[in-house]
């Protein structure tokens, strides 16, 4: 048994011996401690003399058969016998360190349990039974991450860091085809950026063919300013969500109407019969109803509707109702939904075309353009000319190429968007972050593959050298 334990401990020092082993509770614990044998000076090659024992406790964060390890070091102390020489230590283990209250292999398992994002420092600590604060630690010592080389095809993007001023917005580049990330900048301001990017060397950034971003102008002359082979891709949701963010606004603004109509009828009611105005209590009218409840039949692509033949009764409305029926009565509410519905779904059939040519495209979104520019609604005249100002990145968005692994893909930031929930959830799970760099080194560390770990960790100083 004791030999099974050693090799679990990877413990390859033969001169090794367990001495006794404890249960206590789910906890067990193992006595370890050299064998005694004549010990030479490495200095002088004098005999040593034993000056005896000192006790180590340490955590080996490892359960061997539903148990967790404590091991109980003893440490015989050595002296020189030689005055002249008189060199003094204590016997060594390779699985423990000096000062260390865990195994070597602790921070390996700490990095290990850091990939998963969603567990927090905290978690860590708890499980491992050490501070916070050395979690930390120990996970800034042994990574030492950097920028990944520049792809062909990147996707800039921000998320919402709101570590202090400075580091509140952070800038996320990733690598289109692998969705790994690149790097993650402070901020996005232009001082940043020319220092970052200028940093790079032009060989390098001249690879960068396609640059992925949403409708931000400063993302969009990066291709201008810092990758001179490249070319500007508006994302296609970032277009449509522009449109459907002006189609909710008009819904809210036609709610609002609603409500005050509503509340100056409650409010009269409650005067003509003597009753007190307590517009918490004052019920909702069917119209409000429907804008709360099926505003989706507007924002929502016609085809992913899914239109029920079968009524249901709605207590609210007191009617046997299908989706049909809601349809109806939501595009009553107002004589332009129906306008706004087709116009919105016209360009959602555009953005869905499978047309490959770019110069087909041209003409497709210059008849876009031209049916949106004469519309009676304001929603769409400001559309046709966000759509012309971006003309040429939103035709580039058609491009289509093919992966690593042999299928073809539109160039979109559907990753980029994706890995977005990402630092949200950090964040919220941290309550918080005031770290830049524990928060770059988490997100990166969670998302690559293959990032290395060091073999020989960073001192205190490097670890701690951009506090300032």
Not at 21 to 41: A, M, R
Not at 48 to 62: A, F, L, V, W
Not at 214 to 242: E, G, L
Not at 243 to 265: A, H, P, S, V
Request: charged letters at 30%.
């Amino acid at each position: 048994m004791n030999n099974d334990i050693m090799k679990f401990l990877n413990i390859e020092d033969k001169d090794i011996i367990i001495s006794k082993i404890l249960i206590d509770g789910n906890t067990k614990i193992i006595y370890l401690e050299k064998i005694l044998k004549v010990e030479y000076c490495p200095a002088c090659s004098s005999r040593m003399h034993s000056k005896g024992k000192y006790i180590r406790k340490i955590n080996h964060p490892i359960l061997q058969d539903g148990y967790q390890l404590k091991l109980i070091v003893t440490q015989r102390k050595w002296r020189c016998t030689n005055p002249q020489c008189n060199l003094y230590f204590n016997d060594q283990f390779n699985f423990i360190s000096k000062y260390k209250q865990s195994s070597n292999i602790t921070p390996y398992m700490i990095l290990n349990e850091m990939k998963n994002i969603h567990i927090t420092t905290a978690d860590v600590a708890r499980k491992y039974n050490i501070s916070d604060t050395s979690v930390h630690y120990i996970f800034l010592q042994y990574l030492n991450i950097k920028r990944l080389p520049l792809p062909e095809i990147i996707s800039v993007d921000e998320v919402f860091l709101d570590i202090d001023y400075k580091h509140r917005y952070a800038l996320v580049i990733m690598d289109f085809d692998s969705s790994e990330i690149i790097d993650i900048l402070p901020n996005r301001w232009e001082e940043t950026t020319n220092a970052y990017f200028l940093s790079i060397p032009l060989e390098e950034r001249k690879n960068v063919k396609y640059l992925i971003c949403d409708m931000y102008n400063p993302y969009i002359n990066y291709t201008k300013r810092y990758f001179p082979n490249s070319i500007a891709i508006i994302d296609s949701f970032h277009v449509v969500s522009w449109i459907i963010r002006k189609i909710n606004n008009y819904i809210n603004d036609l709610k609002k109407k609603f409500q005050i109509r509503d509340k100056k009828i409650y409010e009269d009611s409650c005067i003509k019969n003597n009753r007190p105005i307590d517009f918490k209590n004052m019920p909702t009218s069917k119209e409000v109803y429907l804008l709360n409840n099926f505003k989706w039949l507007i924002l929502q692509n016609v085809e992913n509707i899914d239109y029920q033949s079968n009524v249901r009764y709605n207590h609210k409305l007191k009617a046997y109702l299908n989706t049909y029926d809601y349809e109806k009565m939501f595009f009553q509410l107002d004589d332009n939904l129906v306008q706004i519905r087709r116009l919105k779904e016209k360009y959602i059939e555009f953005n869905k075309t499978e047309e490959r040519d770019l110069e087909k495209i041209n003409t497709l979104l210059s008849n876009i353009i031209d049916c949106y520019s004469h519309s009676t609604l304001i929603m769409f005249k400001e559309f046709s000319e966000l759509l012309k100002a971006h003309k040429q990145e939103i035709i580039n968005s058609f491009i289509y190429i093919t992966d690593n692994n042999g299928n073809e893909r539109r160039l979109s930031n559907g990753p980029m968007e994706g890995y977005n929930r990402t630092p949200k959830d950090f964040k919220r799970n941290s309550r918080g972050l005031s770290n830049f760099e524990y928060a770059r080194s988490r997100l990166i560390w969670a998302n690559r593959k293959n990032e290395s770990i060091l073999a020989i960790p960073k001192s205190k100083k490097e670890v701690y050298k951009f506090k300032k």
